[in-house]
């Protein structure tokens, strides 16, 4: 308690310091947080894309349903697709009418006989699609292949942008939060320094003189920490319609954003905190010990 009771005088004693460091740690939270969902939540988009067939292959009305199978079987060898599924011409008429149920007319004109057999496939990873492409094109009675490399490649390409450009971004905002932190607490210091020397004159622990200095700095990462998660969580709870219009079919967002009261958002919302506090902390209490290392030579 009294390590703590020091950390908030020497917080109290320089607010100008300290709300300067309270306002880098919480620009560096606050990016790190958005990266944070951003790259959790296109992982997800990702992975939900990637299940959705990748290639759907349309056979000539001659083709039989062992033609299917065979290339079926062939695809599953290769060890490279998740999932194969067989829609036959009745499969692919019953999936029209749900499609069009709401237009009698549309359904009037389409019978199962006009309409392809197909293979829907899905790769294990979009690497595999240019591998399986092939291979697909050149089996019997095969008349059209839809490939979805475009999109997947742009997806993959999105998501890996997001990553590099993202951690470069934090990393670089967590440095300079570390060179704040470090230049507060050394600041501070040097302003106790007869104060330290009579502390260790009077037998007091190396420990018992650096932890209120820890706790500070990490009081600032965790002030800060808690600031961006307002923002942040104030900016879901604002974009909530938003995001359900654009991502409500993606299993995971769609629950998590089905309302900003359900269980699921506020237990994201508690987990969001605690891991914002706990790093932002952690990021304030390692600044001060460099700090430490580097001013208190014992």
Do not use: C
């Amino acid at each position: 308690m009294q390590a703590i009771s020091d950390a908030w005088k020497h917080i109290r004693r320089s607010p100008y310091h300290s709300t300067a460091a309270v306002l880098t740690m919480f620009l560096t939270m606050l990016l790190a947080g958005l990266f944070f969902l951003t790259t959790v939540g296109s992982s997800y988009i990702l992975r939900y894309f990637e299940s959705k067939p990748q290639i759907t292959v349309f056979f000539a009305d001659n083709a039989t349903a062992s033609v299917a199978q065979t290339l079926q079987t062939t695809l599953e060898g290769t060890g490279k697709v998740s999932s194969v599924t067989y829609v036959s011409k009745e499969d692919a008429l019953a999936i029209y009418r749900e499609q069009n149920k709401n237009d009698p007319l549309l359904l009037e004109m389409v019978t199962a006989d006009i309409l392809p057999a197909s293979l829907e496939i899905s790769a294990i990873d979009p690497a595999y699609l240019t591998e399986l492409e092939p291979v697909i094109k050149q089996a019997q009675g095969v008349e059209e292949v839809v490939f979805q490399k475009d999109v997947v490649d742009a997806l993959l390409k999105w998501t890996n942008a997001i990553r590099i450009v993202g951690g470069v971004l934090v990393g670089l905002f967590a440095l300079n939060s570390l060179l704040i932190v470090m230049t507060v607490i050394g600041m501070k210091i040097a302003l106790k320094k007869d104060e330290i020397e009579i502390l260790t004159l009077v037998g007091a622990s190396p420990w018992y003189i650096r932890v209120p200095f820890v706790l500070e700095g990490g009081a600032y990462g965790a002030a800060g920490s808690a600031v961006s998660w307002v923002i942040i969580t104030g900016f879901l709870v604002w974009l909530q319609p938003v995001i359900m219009g654009f991502l409500g079919t993606v299993p995971f967002i769609g629950t998590l954003f089905t309302s900003v009261l359900s269980q699921t958002f506020l237990l994201f919302s508690g987990s969001f905190f605690l891991f914002l506090v706990l790093v932002g902390f952690t990021l304030g209490a390692v600044g001060s010990l460099i700090a430490l290392g580097r001013y208190l030579k014992f």
